[in-house]
């Protein structure tokens, strides 16, 4: 959409941390689009093909258009590499890095406190992005270890320039997005309240990265409860719960909940589903001596038109190797 008397609303892209945050996930993404009364949102953050977002908005019938690719990318980290590479072999060089790497661990630290769509938005974390790119400028000069970013930036306002509508934007981006788009701004909240899309989202994001405390039968009869949405379809809430089985050694059910996914799959679901069903259901195959049909299952992930990479890498060494489970014979 481009042109009119719409505005430019820049929506900040978390990228995969948007796994982590139970109140501003996919899910939650999703809700906002639709409470800003959008069918499309335009695309201008990273290429990567395994984001959260490229499952969840083709899901919810929201449309992706493409808004800008950097073209320079591979190019850009290569000579940052080359760079850093460069600076670690002198004394001041090494000085110089280690105080880039508090900075981004400082700003790390302020993406992966609680976060939810008014925070994200808010001055505080605004103000983190900008501290934390003057703080790898003052650390790194200008440069190759700065230069790559300020091209990009500066090719990205320039391909915005007469959009109108939602584009999601790299989060760090938008301080320097809004001082060189004066007519672009940040969606207004209102009363906006994440609901049940969120909700699942976030159970769903939860089950899929286990940790020692967790209460796995609290978990489990989670799962079990809902039935799913478009974006979190009943089939993974029961892939979910099959891994949590399969976590603990539980084969005939993580088998059960996973040939039960794999036959609920529809050309509809979120598109690395099939892939990520496939490759755990070839891994349970396996672990319980059933050969043969792990690696057809394997097979069947590689033969997908898209699977996201953790499902490749899995089908490919199921193939090599028969999976086991850890500390079985």
């Known amino acids: 959409m481009t042109g009119g008397g719409t505005p430019l609303i820049l929506l900040p892209d978390l990228g ?15 809700e ?6 959008v069918s499309e949102v335009g695309w201008a953050s990273g290429a990567d093909p395994d984001h959260p977002l490229r499952d969840a908005l083709p899901a919810a019938r929201l449309r992706i258009r493409e808004t800008f690719r950097d073209d320079g990318a591979a190019q850009a980290e290569a000579d940052h590499e080359q ?15 280690r105080a880039a790497s508090r900075a981004e661990r400082e700003f790390a630290a302020v993406l992966t406190a609680p976060l939810t769509p008014g925070r994200a938005l808010g001055a505080e974390v605004l ?37 109108s509508g939602v584009v999601l934007v790299p989060l760090d981006d938008l301080p320097g997005l809004l001082d060189r788009l004066p007519g672009a701004r940040l969606p207004s909240l209102g009363d906006f309240t994440p609901g049940e899309t969120s909700r699942l989202r976030a159970l769903a994001d939860r089950a899929w990265q ?3 405390d967790d209460d796995l039968g609290a978990l489990l009869d989670a799962l079990g409860r809902e039935t799913g949405d478009a974006v979190t ?27 039960r996914a794999a ?29 043969d049909l792990a690696r057809r299952t394997y097979q069947a992930v590689l033969a997908l038109g898209y699977a996201p990479a953790v499902a490749r890498d899995t089908a490919e060494a199921g193939l090599h190797e028969a999976f086991r489970l850890e500390g079985a014979g």
């Open 32 to 37: 906002l689009l639709r409470f800003l009364g």
């Open 263 to 291: 036959h609920a799959l529809t050309d509809e679901m979120p598109r690395s589903l099939p892939g990520l069903v496939l490759a755990r259901l070839g891994q349970v195959r396996d672990a319980q001596g059933d050969r």
């Open 210 to 212: 286990l940790r020692e």
């Open 127 to 163: 103000e983190a992005a900008r501290a934390y790119h003057a703080a790898v400028r003052a650390a790194l000069d200008e440069g190759p270890g700065t230069r790559w970013r300020e091209r990009r930036l500066g090719a990205l306002a320039d391909a915005l320039v007469g959009e």
């Open 233 to 259: 379809p009943k089939a993974e809430l029961d892939a979910a719960a099959a891994s949590i089985h399969l976590a603990v050694g539980d084969l005939p059910a993580a088998r059960a909940l996973l040939e």
């Open 16 to 30: 995969d941390l948007f796994r982590l945050h139970p109140a501003f996930n996919a899910g939650t993404a999703v």
């Open 83 to 97: 760079f850093v590479s460069f600076l670690a072999q002198y004394p001041q060089g090494r000085e110089r890095l």
